[in-house]
């Protein structure tokens, strides 16, 4: 799967007047690639959803999902225009496949509503409870967010309240290692876990649904980030917790976590009119294109 992000069509993405999800559904269409609008609580989600050959029902579904909706005054290249560049391109491999992959897309409105409402604000939120609600909990569910500058896999860290239910944890705990394998095996020695702010994963963990997310960092700030957690232990904390106050900050007047300054550049570019297409990377692409092949190619049974 070869991808770039300096090709005319994503540039055509990013552009400021753009609409994305019309974008988005008619790129692939114009490929051969159906998808379906869903919209819930007034966001608009695209689901793509392939023929019924493409499916084995001894073998758990892959929920995969990257966010299109970006924040006003961004061009919003990495956040999040180009994991929805993979996984555009990914499905029409997948369209292509000889054998059953148990795939699903789903690219998501409404993420970054998130940041400052709280998770039931965020798009996903929608979609996680209407899994829960027709018992759809059994899926593998895979985030990608920020997967187009560094050569450097980031699987988030996730801290699991003790209180969780026991299944619960076996089961985000099975998907987390088997994450990681996706990992050892898609790209050996050059991955890492760290902890990362929370995107449409947030919903789903908080509708009782396990579910993963990764992003990409350059090597040299992946590796400044992790000394950095080292140096400083409430640091993780403030992370993971961040959107989770930042309502109240809000409301109570007060100041901005200090240690912004601390966080990889890449996350310090987001929300920015420096997200953008030159600060991304074409390695990112080869290393997540081989990635997402791996994922299509793993068979889960069902328990």
């Known amino acids: 799967m070869e991808v770039d992000f300096h090709s005319e069509d994503f540039l055509e993405y990013i552009k400021k007047d753009t609409s994305r999800a019309d974008f988005i559904q008619n790129w692939l269409k114009e490929r051969g690639i159906d998808s379906h609008r869903t919209i819930i609580d007034g966001k608009n989600h695209i689901l793509v959803q392939f023929a019924p050959q493409f499916y084995n029902p001894q073998f758990k579904i892959k929920t995969v999902i ?117 990992l050892r095996r898609s790209c050996p020695g050059r991955w890492m876990s760290l902890p990362v702010p929370y995107s449409d994963n947030a919903a789903f963990l908080a509708c009782g649904i396990p579910a993963v997310a990764l992003t990409m960092l350059p090597a040299d700030e992946a590796s400044s980030y992790a000394r950095e957690l080292l140096r400083n232990k409430e640091l993780e904390d403030a992370v993971l917790n961040r959107e989770s106050s930042k309502k109240k900050r809000i409301e109570t007047s007060s100041p901005e976590y200090g240690y912004k300054s601390r966080l990889p550049a890449t996350w310090r570019l987001f929300h920015t009119e420096n997200d953008n297409a030159g600060s991304l990377t074409d390695v990112s692409c080869r290393i997540m294109s081989n990635i997402l092949l791996t994922l299509a190619e793993m068979k889960t049974p069902l328990r």
Request: proline content about 3%; hydrophobic content about 35%.
């Open 66 to 182: 990257a966010h299109y909706d970006r924040v006003d005054g961004s061009p919003g290249a990495n956040d999040n225009s180009s994991s929805d560049w993979l996984l555009m391109n990914w499905a029409v491999e997948l369209n292509a496949m000889r054998s059953f992959h148990n795939v699903r897309i789903y690219f998501t409105d409404g993420e970054e509503l998130g940041w400052n409402t709280g998770v039931s604000e965020q798009g996903a939120y929608g979609i996680a409870s209407v899994f829960k609600r027709l018992g759809i909990t059994s899926d593998d569910v895979y985030v990608f967010d920020c997967c187009g500058r560094g050569e450097v896999p980031i699987l988030s860290r996730t801290v699991i309240p003790e209180k969780a239910p026991k299944h619960f944890i076996e089961d985000f705990n099975d998907l987390y290692e088997r994450t990681q394998d996706l």
